[in-house]
């Protein structure tokens, strides 16, 4: 960590192009440090005494934005090495700096995500914060994906031609579900026999009398 290292000399690097490295070791030679510049500034510490590992280099790939295309850049032996070597803690930390999982205190967070729903713009942190429910982050935000991507189309145009499996988000939300009747028979949704009439928003196809109110019943 930078704030580790703070009073050893190492060479700034971040107006330096990317692949740039500075080595700095002890008088003693058992503590060697690396400084590459990569996307962002990485440093390296190692007590490993094997000057032709600390000091040799290879190369890796990396996106140029100048070039518009991948190029090999320079690479310190000691990044390999530690790519190489990370283990479960590593990888961890990696996957929660990603994807902010768990939401441990009552505080108000920075907006996530932002999407328009019916002309309003949903913080989907607030949402997060008054569902409370008991999946993770990442989950939560797939299933409203899913909810949106599965839901009506305000406006008029031909209906798709396959059928989706409805969400429970939708299917029991209890909001604007009617029924109409169909020009072709369909599979009713609740007790699998023919129907000619479906449910307007989910799409399924459902007899009125009974299996309409069961199919939207928890």
Not at 126 to 151: D, N, Q, T, W
Not at 177 to 192: A, E, I, P
Request: net charge positive.
């Amino acid at each position: 960590m930078s704030k580790r290292i703070d009073k050893a000399p190492l060479k700034d690097l971040k107006k330096e192009k990317p692949g740039s490295s500075y080595v700095l070791q002890e008088k003693e030679g058992s503590i060697t440090l690396v400084r590459w510049h990569d996307n962002n500034q990485v440093n390296i510490a190692t007590n490993l005494i094997n000057n032709d590992i600390c000091l040799s280099k290879g190369s890796c790939k990396r996106w140029s934005r100048k070039d518009k295309s991948t190029v090999s850049i320079e690479q310190p032996s000691l990044v390999s090495i530690y790519n190489q070597g990370m283990g479960g803690v590593d990888l961890f930390d990696k996957m929660t700096g990603l994807y902010r999982i768990r939401i441990r205190s009552k505080k108000w967070y920075w907006p996530y995500v932002r999407f328009c729903f019916n002309g309003a713009v949903v913080n989907m942190w607030m949402l997060y914060r008054f569902a409370h429910p008991k999946v993770g982050l990442l989950e939560f935000v797939r299933r409203i994906v899913l909810a949106l991507l599965s839901s009506p189309p305000h406006l008029g145009g031909p209906k798709p031609k396959c059928t989706r499996a409805v969400l429970p988000e939708i299917r029991y939300d209890g909001v604007d579900h009617l029924v109409d009747s169909n020009s072709t028979q369909r599979k009713c949704g609740f007790c699998g026999k023919c129907a000619k009439f479906v449910c307007v928003k989910c799409n399924v196809g459902l007899h009125p009398a009974h299996c309409f109110r069961a199919y939207h019943t928890p």
